[in-house]
């Protein structure tokens, strides 16, 4: 009876251990389901929270672009008129104006108020630069330029350390300026300032010299009887000279070059510019009274200087010595046979020194005449070939 109660006791225990076995297992699988129901949520929840996370960046990068686009939009304005502002101002021509003067500081305010009106009217066609050349002058003039403050121009000068004339100091002028167009005004303001713009409306066109020629003038008499004798000669001596004369040109800077390198002493800019040819056209003006001063041009000035421009662009002078001579020789040679024929034919005595005298004393001063011409064109090659520079420089201003 014993043992088989304590098999029975046996058996319960092991019933009840395998019960509560099996509600551990079934706990265990609750747990697992639960734990995976956990983690369905779970990610659901992340899938959720990503979901929104990348809508959020979506969203940021839609304002990022639209920040850049507005961005490249700015700087694409900023270019255009960055642009704009070259074209309109950099990429503006100047025009050096040159002026050369000598002995002027009496007329420097009133020809520099005549250059701001002139550079203040045109700024929107074109930027103005002024180069002043001081021609050897020994008052103040370059001390007026100094204390000059334009306003509506760039201002340049430069000091010659001697009188070099003229033509020279215009030359020193075309090399310190930095202008696209140079053109060259007068001290005495006889050229209205105006005539400036009008020889650029010329050049704009497509040519690359433009001439202001003289129609009429307000010289007086003699000046005026001089000067048309010696530019009606000149124009016939060179068909291209203005018959009338022209005092104010405007050059591109390819022409400008050329005259530079020309260095030529003894010569004169008008006929150096027709000569280097490019495409050329001319404006008619009338030339004014001087308003002030009185002019440097004495007569044997304007004399040495028709004798440099002949001699220099034309052999006419050495042609003219040239038949001169063979018309004497053959006047001479001819004389000569008819007083043989006289003396053997028709026993003429020759008579008389006087004549004799008469005909050397002339030939004579024909060949002196000859020799002048010759020795021009002599010393004009002599002061070429010695090499020495065309102008010297004291001193210069920028402003």
């Not at 070259?86 to 025009?95: E, F």
């Not at 330029?145 to 201002?155: G, I, S, W």
Request: proline fraction near 3%; hydrophobic fraction near 45%.
């Amino acid at each position: 009876m014993k043992e088989a109660e304590g098999a029975g006791e046996a058996e319960g225990a092991e019933g009840a251990e395998g019960a509560e076995g099996a509600e551990g297992a079934e706990e265990a699988e609750g747990a697992e389901g639960a734990g995976e129901a956990g983690g369905a949520g779970g990610a659901e929840e992340a899938e959720g929270a990503g979901e929104a996370e990348g809508a959020g960046e979506a969203e940021e990068a839609e304002e990022a672009e639209e920040a850049e686009g507005v961005c490249h939009y700015k700087l694409l304005i900023y270019y255009l008129l960055l642009i704009t502002y070259y074209l309109l101002i950099v990429m503006k021509s100047t025009v050096s104006i040159i002026i050369p003067l000598y002995y002027a500081e009496n007329l420097l305010l009133t020809l520099a108020k005549e250059l701001e009106n002139l550079a203040a009217i045109n700024q929107d066609k074109f930027a103005t630069e002024i180069v002043f050349v001081d021609d050897g002058s020994q008052d103040q003039t370059f001390e007026v330029v100094r204390n000059l403050q334009p306003e509506n121009f760039t201002l340049r000068a430069v000091r010659l350390a001697r009188n070099f004339k003229s033509y020279i100091a215009i030359l020193a002028g075309i090399g310190d300026a930095t202008g696209d167009y140079i053109t060259f005004l007068p001290q005495d303001l006889q050229e209205p300032p105006d005539l400036v713009e009008q020889l650029f409306a010329q050049v704009q066109t497509g040519f690359d010299v433009a001439w202001a020629v003289r129609q009429t003038r307000s010289d007086q008499f003699l000046d005026r009887l001089f000067s048309q004798l010696f530019h009606k000669l000149m124009h016939w001596l060179w068909q291209d000279w203005p018959e009338t004369g022209a005092d104010m040109f405007m050059i591109t800077r390819p022409v400008a070059d050329v005259l530079l390198s020309m260095q030529e002493k003894n010569s004169h800019i008008t006929g150096q510019i027709l000569w280097s040819g490019f495409q050329q056209t001319r404006i008619f003006y009338h030339r004014q009274q001087r308003q002030v001063g009185k002019s440097g041009w004495k007569f044997w000035k304007k004399v040495e200087l028709a004798v440099s421009v002949i001699t220099q662009f034309s052999y006419l002078p050495i042609r003219a010595c040239t038949s001169l001579g063979i018309l004497l020789a053959l006047l001479g040679f001819g004389y000569g046979i008819l007083i043989i024929i006289s003396r053997l034919q028709f026993k003429i005595p020759v008579q008389g020194w006087s004549a004799l005298m008469v005909v050397i004393i002339l030939i004579g001063g024909f060949q002196l005449i000859f020799l002048g011409v010759i020795g021009e064109y002599l010393w004009r090659t002599f002061d070429e070939v010695r090499k020495r520079p065309v102008y010297i420089v004291r001193e210069k201003i920028r402003r």
